[in-house]
């Protein structure tokens, strides 16, 4: 099992979109894919059909509260054949919070909750770098970082390398920046072309080669509450996460 935590603090960078689609991506190799919404806004789980507004399923709010803490009780599968779903809801963050200051913990979901049988686990985290990203971060093997190639994009990932590092001096010195990926690639301005290129300056090889393009498609997708691959096989954006899932298996597995 490999356990990847997508993270950027910066709001609207491609995070959601990136897990939703990039798990889609993995499932549709076969790969039994686990995305966790640790988000209180609850983007993912939206997006995968997972709305608590309309239905009955539980949440990770509902696993914090249980009084034995079986997580495997909250995956949910989805409408994409071996892509599962562990939802969030806005209580979380309020919830959490709570719990944290109550027991003397330091984290809730531990990396040895997960059942063996999903290769790989994605977790979508919100975009500040508060205690639901410290336990992703303190738990996974990964991180994915998304960039939006637009200007002043580099800056804002100074934050998130920050607490990275943090992270891996003090919680987790296995953690690994598996790479970067540019995000609302806009083929048709020097804008995102000088962000790129300045991002492949700054950190080299980990920067992967598959870029994510403007896509309205994207944006349908997650209205249409299914993963783009499914909503439009064939769509740019949906080409791009199977081949930017393709580079980040080729990177798992050393080639
Ligand atoms: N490549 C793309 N092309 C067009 N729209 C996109 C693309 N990627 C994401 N979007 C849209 O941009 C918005 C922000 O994307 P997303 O929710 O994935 O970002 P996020 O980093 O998870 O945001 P937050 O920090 O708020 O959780 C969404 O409306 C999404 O549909
Ligand atoms: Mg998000």
């Not at 770098?129 to 990964?142: D, T």
């Not at 607490?163 to 920046?177: A, D, F, G, P």
């Not at 080409?239 to 930017?244: K, Q, T």
Request: charged content about 20%.
């Amino acid at each position: 099992m490999q356990l990847i935590a997508i993270i950027n603090n910066k709001g609207g960078v491609g995070k959601t979109t990136s897990a939703v689609n990039l798990g889609a991506a993995f499932a549709e190799k076969g790969i039994p894919t686990l995305l966790v919404d640790l988000d209180p806004a609850a983007s993912a789980s939206i997006h995968l059909g997972l709305d608590k507004k309309n239905n009955e399923h539980q949440t990770l709010c509902d696993f914090l509260l249980s009084s034995d803490r079986v997580l495997s009780k909250f995956i949910y599968p989805t409408t994409f054949e071996n892509l599962w779903c562990i939802p969030s809801e806005p209580a979380l963050s309020e919830f959490y919070e709570e719990l944290l200051q109550e027991e003397d913990v330091d984290f809730f979901i531990g990396r040895e909750d997960f059942p063996e049988e999903y290769e790989i686990v994605l977790v979508d985290c919100p975009p500040n770098m508060g205690n639901l990203a410290y336990n992703a971060l303190a738990i996974s093997h990964h991180v994915l970082i998304p960039v939006q190639t637009q200007y002043l994009a580099l800056t804002g990932l100074e934050l998130t390398l920050k607490t990275v590092h943090k992270v891996q001096r003090h919680l987790n010195s296995e953690l690994n920046i598996l790479g970067y990926f540019g995000t609302h690639y806009d083929r048709r301005t020097n804008a995102a072309k000088e962000v790129y290129q300045l991002l492949r300056e700054k950190f080299k090889e980990q920067v992967f080669d598959t870029v994510i393009g403007v896509n309205t498609k994207l944006i349908e997708a997650y209205q249409a509450q299914k993963p783009i691959l499914s909503y439009a096989s064939s769509a740019r954006g949906a080409m791009e996460y199977r081949a930017l899932a393709q580079e980040i298996l080729n990177r798992l597995s050393g080639k």
